[in-house]
């Protein structure tokens, strides 16, 4: 019992760490990334090279959903752009998931220390917030050594042997379990690191780790559609399009699973973890088989969720973005571009006061007593 609540701090520990990065980055260089992603619309590869950038920092692949999502509301870019970026950003994260495999226990306590010492002496600009990045990274490191620990007693348990005797052997219910695990602890990133945790402390075999991973990386798309679930059609392409994605990998992947088995001990020869190699690899030919449908897919999107019609007379709020509430910046930059629109909106009812007094307009007089009262609803 005790070890068992040892490895679930660890868990829970890993999940803190990843979300520590994620909300430090944002916090951090939350504008200059939605920059960089609004700025990659032009080129296909510029996009999908912004996504794995984004993703990369974040460490997460749901929140660049949510960004980019955003960005198809407001019309910024096209659908099949988005998904581009979508693409990337698994890459992004796999990419992470790879550099954690390695052995960085001796960097832990460095980021930590660092970290702490940073954070406490400036938390109120912008050097504080990159020493809560370093601590969330030495929590993730010290995390994944925790969990080495915490599982070594559990293995030799006569018990464990049972419960894994017990568990099945089948992918998809290995997927179904490893997508809802992912969506409990959100963080595909941390659900793949701990798999490939486990399969080195012999927990878990190989076969079943591969089925978990899939099911990590169907959970990710899951989580980012349940998010935005509530959101605008237009919103919803973007996770929904992602988890197409998802659904059809995995399901392309299960008949390949045992070629791969095979190829893991050339793979952990060259110093790569076998599963987190294969979480990247599976991302990696995703992508590749993927990038020219996404055309096809966005405008299909498109029709199965149209924009919903907007009455062009009514004033109402063009910036906004719950997206952004949980990351300060972003949410005053959307802020203030809602506001320089509601000085737009007070000028044009400006302007037209004078055609109604010389020309006893009573329809534009009408139509701007309509565009005050929309102005008063920007205002709150």
Known sequence: MYNLLNLLAAIALLVWGTHTVRTGILRVMGA????????????????????????????????????????????IFMTSTALIMMLGAD???????????????????????????????????????????????????????????????????????????VLPNDPVILILIGALLTVISYSSLAMVLLTATLCQTQVVSLQMALGLVLGANLGSGLLAFLTMSKSPAEVRRVPLGNLIFKCVGCAL????????????????????????SFHFLFNLLLSICMLMLTGKLGDWLTQYLPSTLVDSNKVQPKYLDPTALSTPSLAIACAAREALHQADVVETMLRGIVPVI?????????????MDDGVDDLYS
């Not at 200059?32 to 692949?61: C, E, Y």
């Not at 993730?140 to 007693?153: D, F, G, R, Y």
């Open 32 to 75: 200059s990334l939605r920059d960089v992603l609004a700025s990659s619309v032009k080129k296909p590869f510029w996009a999908f090279v912004s996504g794995v950038g984004v993703s990369s920092l974040l460490q997460s692949s749901t929140a660049t959903c949510l960004i980019v999502s955003s960005f198809v509301g407001q019309g």
């Open 91 to 165: 890459v992004g994260t796999s990419l992470m998931a790879l550099m954690f495999s390695f052995d960085l226990s001796w960097l832990s306590p460095l980021l930590i220390v660092v970290g702490v010492v940073v954070f406490v002496a400036n938390q109120n600009n912008t050097l504080g917030r990159w020493g809560r990045v370093a601590i969330g990274l030495g929590l993730m490191t010290l995390a994944l050594h925790l969990i080495v620990e915490a599982t070594q007693p559990i293995t030799q348990s006569n018990g464990m042997h049972v419960l894994l005797s």
């Open 253 to 276: 992947a299960v008949p390949f699973l045992g070629f791969y088995i095979p190829v893991a001990d050339d793979i952990q020869a060259l110093g790569f973890d076998a599963v987190v």
């Open 358 to 370: 010389q020309n006893d307009d009573a329809e534009l007089a009408a139509k701007l007593r309509e």
